[in-house]
């Protein structure tokens, strides 16, 4: 034999022994995948009362379940039709194979399956759907060794996983909830049957596409199973006349997208795989307030627009731009129970509760009467309510003039401090700030943790530092809490598919005695009894709480409290052009608080409805002209008699 021979020779055999050098190498790297299983699973996110708001999921919606929770009737069910050998073979069937090769080699083609639940498996994790000799030698060679790595319940619980079964559902759990609304545990035979039938033509035999084809392989396989004498008589007949009820839902079930983006914006970091990691995110929504708060919101703008409409100045651009925000907390503990970050999401998803500017206007104004009633003064305080004309050096160097004036051009004189804020006495607030010293006001807003963004001028009593009504709410938690300042939190729990839980609390801090910020919590009482927010009035409930109009009436604000439940409402267009001069914080947003305070009784009646005055506070009668005295006992240089407690994490908001 020549040299040429032998060169030809030992190409040949090199090839085969190459290529099975590289099944063997790729068994190991491609094997690892089904026996190290990790696949991408759907993260929940739920309300506090345990109601589902939404699904995380990135290319492929799937819920986990091990095998022991699978039923052992639905295992019967798919090896009925899918692998009746299953717990014999070693992962693949011989006397399959061969009836298979007869009739492939007689098509000139592969025509014939005969996968087991093994091949199958593996087809779905590993290798890709075409028909070819080749990927079908790979598939028989990975599943033979699949069987020797893992046990057959292994192998089941990763099929049942794995698989695809129509409408966006990835394994037997995620379908169960999604065309029942069952846990497995709860499906009837005919449904188990339903689901198993899937995998043969997932998107063929889906049943919110084909609904009959659906039932009718599925009575092929209850026919299966009695042909193998797994089921009796009676059970077959029983499981194919039955016709279930079939949901046909999306897949994210998203009921709360300000809140599901808000989520991820804050755990986007710590949970960088939040979108495949199959968390379990609890939050401290409640999810039949948030509807009430949107469709509250909904009706505001609504009467807004119609309102305009009536006045004939209803144009494109209010239609276009006017939006609003509502968020809704317990400002004991902290806990948003509604957050709506604008009229429709699906319009702009731009969420104005947490990223909005804007100024406040009056509604900053109790800070400023904060620090007077600390400094010394009480509810019944005169403060001059005239005109007075600032000057100031401008930008360019030169002197200005700054000519403040009331809401209706009236002045009053002398007024309470009383008086003052609950018709929102513009001048009487300027010439209180100015009478204390503009540096004295900033001291005290400092002590409430109010500091970014803060004017360097007298402006400040008029609101004009830009707030996002989410910190707004935070800084008023110090008054419908008696003194501690609770951070808003979303987020109650993450539990992580191994069981592990991260536990998020608020931070809180005394600022101020019960007794002090309940004289404001008189005061702002006023405000809704007979002044500019009556229209928040709710019938047989303690309301405190401020309206805010800004210049122009570019922004239309009332931030409320009853003694457990706290809300912040904001109007305005977005591209922060004036809305109508007759759009008040008290008329756009005002009846809003009311809309969604009357849902809040409804749904939970036994809210408290009234405040507990302090022992060191005591009042004579207060009248509509806001003139009525309220004494204070001065007791705060006794710490331990009057510092309240903050409240422990798991206290819970009384419905």
Same mark, same amino acid.
């Given at each position: 034999?020549?040299?040429?021979?032998?060169?030809?020779?030992?190409?040949?055999?090199?090839?085969?022994?190459?290529?099975?050098?590289?099944?063997?190498?790729?068994?190991?790297?491609?094997?690892?995948?089904?026996?190290?299983?990790?696949?991408?699973?759907?993260?929940?996110?739920?309300?506090?009362?345990?109601?589902?708001?939404?699904?995380?999921?990135?290319?492929?919606?799937?819920?986990?379940?091990?095998?022991?929770?699978?039923?052992?009737?639905?295992?019967?069910?798919?090896?009925?039709?899918?692998?009746?050998?299953?717990?014999?073979?070693?992962?693949?069937?011989?006397?399959?194979?061969?009836?298979?090769?007869?009739?492939?080699?007689?098509?000139?083609?592969?025509?014939?399956?005969?996968?087991?639940?093994?091949?199958?498996?593996?087809?779905?994790?590993?290798?890709?759907?075409?028909?070819?000799?080749?990927?079908?030698?790979?598939?028989?060679?990975?599943?033979?060794?699949?069987?020797?790595?893992?046990?057959?319940?292994?192998?089941?619980?990763?099929?049942?996983?794995?698989?695809?079964?129509?409408?966006?559902?990835?394994?037997?759990?995620?379908?169960?909830?999604?065309?029942?609304?069952?846990?497995?545990?709860?499906?009837?035979?005919?449904?188990?049957?339903?689901?198993?039938?899937? $995998?043969?033509?997932?998107?063929?035999? %889906?049943?919110?596409?084909? !609904?009959?084809? =659906?039932?009718?392989?599925? #009575? @092929?396989?209850?026919?299966?199973?009695?042909?193998?004498?797994?089921?009796?008589?009676?059970?077959?007949?029983?499981?194919?006349?039955?016709?279930?009820?079939?949901?046909?839902?999306?897949?994210?079930?998203?009921?709360?997208?300000?809140?599901?983006?808000?989520?991820?914006?804050?755990?986007?970091?710590?949970?960088?795989?939040?979108?495949?990691?199959?968390?379990?995110?609890?939050?401290?929504?409640?999810?039949?307030?948030?509807?009430?708060?949107?469709?509250?919101?909904?009706?505001?703008?609504?009467?807004?627009?119609?309102?305009?409409?009536?006045?004939?100045?209803?144009?494109?651009?209010?239609?276009?731009?006017?939006?609003?925000?509502?968020?809704?907390?317990? $400002?004991?503990?902290?806990?948003?129970? %509604?957050?709506?970050?604008? !009229?429709?999401? =699906?319009?702009?998803?731009? #969420? @104005?509760?947490?990223?909005?500017?804007?100024?406040?206007?009056?509604?900053?104004?109790?800070?400023?009467?904060?620090?007077?009633?600390?400094?010394?003064?009480?509810?019944?305080?005169?403060?001059?309510?005239?005109?007075?004309?600032?000057?100031?050096?401008?930008?360019?160097?030169?002197?200005?003039?700054?000519?403040?004036?009331?809401?209706?051009?009236?002045?009053?004189?002398?007024?309470?401090?009383?008086?003052?804020?609950?018709?929102?006495?513009?001048?009487?607030?300027?010439?209180?700030?100015?009478?204390?010293?503009?540096?004295?006001?900033?001291?005290?807003?400092?002590?409430?943790?109010?500091?970014?963004?803060?004017?360097?001028?007298?402006?400040?009593?008029?609101?004009?530092?830009?707030?996002?009504?989410?910190?707004?709410?935070? !800084?008023?938690?110090?008054?419908?809490?008696?003194?501690?300042?609770?951070?808003?939190?979303?987020?109650?729990?993450?539990?992580?598919?191994?069981?592990?839980?991260?536990?998020?609390?608020?931070?809180?801090?005394?600022?101020?005695?019960?007794?002090?910020?309940?004289?404001?919590?008189?005061?702002?009482?006023?405000?809704?009894?007979?002044?500019?927010?009556?229209?928040?009035?709710?019938?047989?409930?303690?309301?405190?709480?401020?309206?805010?109009?800004?210049?122009?009436?570019?922004?239309?604000?009332?931030?409320?409290?009853?003694?457990?439940?706290?809300?912040?409402?904001?109007?305005?267009?977005?591209?922060?052009?004036?809305?109508?001069?007759?759009?008040?914080?008290?008329?756009?947003?005002?009846?809003?608080?009311?809309?969604?305070?009357?849902?809040?009784?409804?749904?939970?009646?036994?809210?408290?409805?009234?405040?507990?005055?302090?022992?060191?506070?005591?009042?004579?009668?207060?009248?509509?002209?806001?003139?009525?005295?309220?004494?204070?006992?001065?007791?705060?240089?006794?710490?331990?008699?009057?510092?309240?407690?903050?409240?422990?994490?798991?206290?819970?908001?009384?419905?």
């Amino acid at each position: 034999m020549n040299k040429k021979l032998w060169i030809t020779l030992g190409i040949i055999i090199m090839i085969p022994v190459g290529y099975l050098g590289y099944l063997i190498y790729s068994f190991e790297y491609e094997t690892q995948r089904l026996i190290n299983y990790k696949p991408r699973l759907t993260t929940e996110v739920y309300d506090r009362n345990g109601e589902k708001i939404a699904n995380l999921f990135s290319d492929e919606h799937r819920y986990y379940v091990s095998f022991e929770n699978i039923p052992p009737r639905l295992i019967e069910a798919l090896i009925a039709i899918e692998d009746t050998d299953f717990f014999e073979h070693h992962g693949v069937n011989p006397d399959a194979i061969f009836r298979a090769i007869i009739k492939d080699v007689s098509a000139g083609k592969l025509k014939e399956g005969a996968s087991t639940i093994t091949q199958q498996l593996v087809k779905n994790a590993l290798l890709t759907r075409d028909k070819n000799f080749t990927r079908k030698f790979k598939e028989v060679l990975y599943a033979i060794r699949i069987e020797q790595e893992l046990t057959k319940e292994q192998i089941l619980e990763r099929y049942l996983n794995e698989i695809y079964l129509g409408h966006g559902y990835y394994g037997i759990k995620t379908a169960s909830d999604g065309y029942f609304h069952k846990q497995l545990k709860e499906l009837t035979l005919k449904e188990m049957a339903m689901l198993v039938a899937l $995998p043969k033509g997932p998107n063929f035999y %889906a049943p919110t596409k084909n !609904y009959e084809l =659906s039932l009718g392989r599925a #009575n @092929r396989i209850i026919e299966r199973m009695l042909d193998l004498g797994w089921i009796d008589q009676e059970t077959y007949d029983k499981a194919t006349q039955e016709r279930p009820n079939v949901y046909n839902d999306t897949l994210s079930k998203n009921s709360g997208p300000y809140i599901i983006d808000e989520v991820m914006r804050q755990l986007g970091n710590a949970f960088p795989d939040i979108r495949s990691g199959g968390y379990k995110i609890y939050t401290t929504i409640d999810m039949r307030l948030q509807e009430a708060g949107y469709k509250a919101l909904q009706s505001g703008r609504n009467e807004i627009l119609k309102r305009a409409e009536e006045a004939g100045e209803l144009d494109q651009n209010m239609q276009t731009q006017l939006n609003g925000a509502l968020m809704s907390m317990d $400002p004991n503990t902290g806990e948003v129970l %509604a957050m709506v970050g604008g !009229y429709d999401y =699906s319009v702009s998803p731009f #969420n @104005r509760v947490t990223q909005a500017k804007r100024q406040p206007g009056s509604a900053f104004k109790p800070f400023i009467y904060q620090v007077a009633l600390d400094s010394g003064m009480s509810p019944a305080s005169l403060v001059p309510d005239i005109a007075r004309t600032y000057t100031y050096a401008g930008d360019d160097g030169e002197e200005k003039t700054w000519k403040p004036k009331n809401y209706k051009n009236e002045y009053k004189g002398m007024v309470t401090i009383r008086n003052a804020l609950t018709y929102s006495r513009n001048l009487a607030t300027i010439n209180m700030v100015s009478d204390m010293g503009f540096g004295k006001v900033v001291e005290g807003l400092h002590r409430y943790g109010i500091v970014e963004n803060l004017p360097p001028d007298l402006s400040i009593a008029l609101g004009t530092i830009m707030l996002s009504p989410h910190d707004l709410a935070k !800084y008023y938690t110090m008054f419908a809490t008696g003194g501690i300042q609770t951070n808003p939190i979303l987020i109650r729990q993450v539990i992580t598919p191994k069981g592990e839980t991260f536990r998020y609390e608020n931070k809180r801090r005394q600022v101020n005695t019960r007794e002090q910020t309940y004289l404001m919590t008189s005061i702002l009482q006023d405000v809704v009894s007979f002044g500019t927010g009556t229209a928040a009035r709710v019938a047989g409930v303690e309301i405190a709480g401020k309206t805010g109009t800004t210049n122009k009436n570019v922004d239309a604000w009332f931030i409320g409290y009853s003694p457990t439940v706290e809300t912040v409402i904001w109007y305005g267009n977005d591209n922060n052009t004036p809305m109508r001069r007759s759009e008040t914080g008290g008329r756009a947003a005002g009846q809003v608080f009311r809309y969604y305070y009357e849902d809040l009784f409804r749904i939970y009646p036994n809210t408290k409805r009234y405040f507990d005055r302090p022992n060191g506070v005591y009042s004579e009668s207060r009248s509509a002209d806001g003139n009525g005295t309220e004494n204070f006992t001065d007791v705060s240089q006794t710490p331990d008699a009057t510092q309240e407690q903050a409240p422990t994490t798991n206290e819970k908001l009384v419905f």
